[in-house]
C-alpha cells in the first residue's frame, strides 16, 4: 500500500513539475524570439542609418549581430510554441517547416554577404533594401499573422 502511494506520489511529482517547466519555457521562447526580432528591426534601422553617414565599419558589426540573431532564432520555434503569449506566428510555419528555415537561413547568410557588398555599393539603398529589407517581407508575408 505504501508502495502504491509512493508511487503515485512520484507520478504526481513527476506530471506537475513537466508541466510548470514546459509552460514556462514556451512563454520564455516566445518572449525571446519576439525580443530578438523587435531587436534586430532596431539594428536594421541602426545599419541603415550608419551606412548611409558612411560610417561602414560599424554598420558592418551590426551586420553580423542580425545573422547570429537569425542563427539563434531557427531554434526558438518549437512544435509546442504555436498559441499563447500574444504571438504573432501562423501555423503555416510548422507545415513548411523546411521552407521556413530556409528562409531564416537565408536572411542570416545575406546579412554576411551584405558585408562585403556594401563596400562598393553605388546605391546603397537598393543594396540595404536587397540583402536587409527584402528578408523581412518575404517571410512575414507567408509566416506572421497581419498585426
Ligand atoms: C524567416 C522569417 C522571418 C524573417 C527573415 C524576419 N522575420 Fe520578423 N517575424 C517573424 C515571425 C514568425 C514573427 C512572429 C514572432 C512571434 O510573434 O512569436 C516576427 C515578428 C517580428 C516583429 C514583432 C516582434 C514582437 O515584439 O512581437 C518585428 C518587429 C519583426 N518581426 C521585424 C523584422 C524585421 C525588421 C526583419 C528584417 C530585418 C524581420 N523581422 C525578418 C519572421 C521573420
Redesign the pocket.
Known sequence: MTRIKNTLFFIFILFYSLNAYSEQTVEEI?KE???I??K??KT?KRVQGLASNGDIDEAKKLMIE?SDN?KRLIDLFPENSKVGF?????PS?WENKDE?NL??TK?SSNMIELTSVIEGADDMKATLGKY??S??K???SK??AE?
Open positions: 516566445i524570439r519576439k525580443s526580432f523587435s534586430n528591426y536594421a542580425m537569425y500574444k504571438t504573432e506566428v501562423l510555419i521556413f528562409l531564416m536572411a536587409m529589407w528578408s523581412c518575404s517571410c512575414h509566416f506572421r498585426h
